[in-house]
């Protein structure tokens, strides 16, 4: 059973650009992502990027803003650039998907969440 804790989130300013990670608990060759979930709405698919790192895949609301990169097998960071107040969400790190990627009943592991709060 893999385990996902994310770090990083917090209170940051409109414009603002925190760095988001997740840390897997063991060898992890997994495909991995973030999702997140504003209060009132469904868990939403932000990005996600293969096992090597070579391929990485974006929701068209955080494109050019958003870049996930992994360090190693295990760690998967979500840079985000130029926040604004609708990214304000709990943000979600998963990993193992089988279908649809943009999809969370796709992935089989998410971690806790980490809360993320646009201020304007």
């Known amino acids: 059973q893999v385990q996902l804790v994310e770090s990083g989130g917090g209170l940051v300013q409109a414009g603002g650009s925190p760095r988001l990670s997740c840390v897997a608990s063991?060898?992890?060759?997994?495909?991995m992502g973030w999702f997140r979930q504003a209060p009132g709405k469904e868990r939403e698919f932000v990005s996600a990027i293969t096992w090597s790192g070579g391929s990485t895949f974006y929701a068209d609301s955080v494109k050019g803003r958003f870049t996930i990169s992994r360090d190693n097998v295990n760690t998967v960071n979500l840079q985000m650039n130029n926040l604004e107040r609708e990214d304000t969400a709990v943000y979600y790190c998963?990993?193992?998907?089988?279908?649809?990627?943009?999809?969370?009943?796709?992935?089989?592991?998410w971690g806790q969440g980490t809360q993320v709060t646009v201020s304007s």
């Open positions: 063991e060898f992890n060759n997994y495909p």
């Open positions: 998963a990993a193992d998907p089988e279908g649809d990627y943009k999809l969370p009943t796709s992935w089989a592991y």
